[in-house]
């Protein structure tokens, strides 16, 4: 008799590229009611030439203004919302995907929706004139929220002059100045089929969708692979950047370089965040809320690019207080190097897997989980070898880890609200 629970527990995933180039990854989950779908492409503020900053996300927004089968954009939305689904996109640093997430029997003209949104979108100028105007509100309303934007300046610190440095969004001034032409000519040197991923996951058939996609993305074009250029975090010493603002609190970012996507040490640097600072029982949400009461928010977390990463500290405090906080958060930065222990390590190990493991009962998590390997990897990573490389870091490479990463040198600072240069407050050594 065959275990039901352990069934579920396998994963069928299945991947297949079509003769252009375009690539289909699958994973059923028969049990499912749901289907979730996402259109991947290798695209996104990275790959975007001086001049033209924010077009990526330009185009992102346009696509949804219209297509040659559903020219009226609400029709567009409402073809999945009308089923209790969700429909949207993001554009990140590397990547913009296209997602929704509906009933499983709705598959078939969900895919097809999504398709075309990317192989026959109108991009009317009239459109663009309009989303143009919606994007610079969207730029706007960062430099609205003190916290937003200290992590905008935080960027501008540690990258500066790079695509990394600078909003996906773009700014008013580059936003203003992309044209209908180089809009166009952008998306059809970008999105060709081999820079384009499918990822679908529920109560399906892989034969099924493979023979479906096949027609519809016959139009799509094989191009070059897209590519941007590396970044490399130049050491120099510790840099703050402040903004004033006559607020109440006072928004702190903290940052240092941190690893690549596939570096060995990303799991590792991850847990040793993790312990820093998610979630209520970290060491800073204890220090600097609970036994200190200088902050209602406080946490930190990691990104990862193909070519570098980022560490990220926040915290929102009394106005008169930051420059303590900031000393006493580079104090846990010190204390976390040597002051480590196993019990500590284990329970970030269990936060990881039990929330991969929940997200995994999720289409949605699914789908994009599998969407997001293929695009920044080209391969794909099963979940038990995921937390197999996870299980696998020890209490060594935490505290190694927390020595190499958390340097002087490398630290910056940016604040938003009542700021002044913060001198050497910080007190690493």
């Known amino acids: ?37 996402n259109v991947g492409v290798r695209c996104g503020s990275r790959h975007e030439p001086p001049g033209l900053e924010g077009i990526a996300h330009l185009i992102e927004h ?15 939305s409402e073809t999945i919302e009308i089923n209790g689904g969700s429909l949207n996109a ?51 309303s960062v430099s ?29 001034e580059s936003v203003s100045k992309i044209s209908h032409e180089s809009l166009v000519e952008f998306m059809q040197n970008k999105y060709s089929s081999n820079n384009l991923v499918i990822s679908v996951a529920g109560k399906l058939n892989h034969d099924e969708i493979i ?51 596939c570096h060995e040490l990303r799991h590792a640097l991850d847990l040793l965040v993790a312990m820093l600072g998610e979630g209520m029982s970290s060491r800073l949400f204890q220090e600097i809320r609970e036994k200190r009461g200088l902050a209602y928010d406080i946490g930190a977390g990691t990104s990862h690019h193909t070519d570098t990463g980022t560490i990220d500290i926040y915290a929102a ?62 391969r794909f990573q099963s979940t038990k070898n995921y937390l197999r490389d996870l299980a696998s870091v020890s209490l060594e490479d935490i505290r190694n880890v927390a020595s190499e990463y958390f340097l002087e040198e490398n630290m910056n600072i940016a604040v938003v609200g009542p700021a002044e240069s913060c001198h050497d407050l910080w007190g690493i050594k």
């Open 1 to 37: 008799m065959t275990n039901s629970k352990e069934d579920k527990l396998k994963r069928n995933v299945q991947t297949d590229t079509l003769v252009n180039g375009l690539t289909i990854i699958t994973e059923e989950i028969p049990y499912a009611a749901s289907i979730a779908i």
């Open 62 to 76: 346009m696509l949804f203004k219209g297509t040659e089968s559903i020219p009226d954009p609400s029709k567009i």
């Open 90 to 140: 993001v554009t990140d640093y590397e990547t913009t995907a296209y997602w929704c997430r509906t009933l499983a029997e709705k598959t078939q003209e969900s895919i097809q929706l999504l398709l075309q949104l990317i192989t026959e979108p109108l991009l009317r100028p009239a459109d663009i004139e309009l989303e143009r105007q919606v994007i610079i509100e969207e730029i706007n």
């Open 144 to 172: 609205d929220y003190p916290n937003s934007r200290a992590e905008v300046m935080l960027d501008e610190l540690m990258w500066p002059g790079t695509s990394l440095g600078r909003d996906i969004a773009g700014t008013i």
């Open 211 to 261: 023979d479906f996609v096949q027609p519809l993305a016959e139009s799509l074009n094989y191009g070059e692979a897209n590519t941007f250029n590396n970044v490399n975090y130049v050491k120099n010493k510790s840099r703050f950047m402040g903004e004033e603002r006559r607020v109440e609190q006072s928004h702190i970012s903290i940052g240092f370089p941190g690893t690549s996507r």
């Open 317 to 378: 405090v009394d106005k008169k207080k930051y420059e303590k906080t900031i000393y006493l958060i580079s104090k846990e930065l010190q204390k976390i190097k040597t002051d480590t222990y196993i019990e500590e390590l284990d329970k970030v190990k269990s936060l990881f897997t039990g929330r991969l493991k929940l997200n995994m009962e999720d289409t949605r998590s699914v789908a994009n989980w599998n969407c997001n390997q293929m695009l920044n990897e080209n």
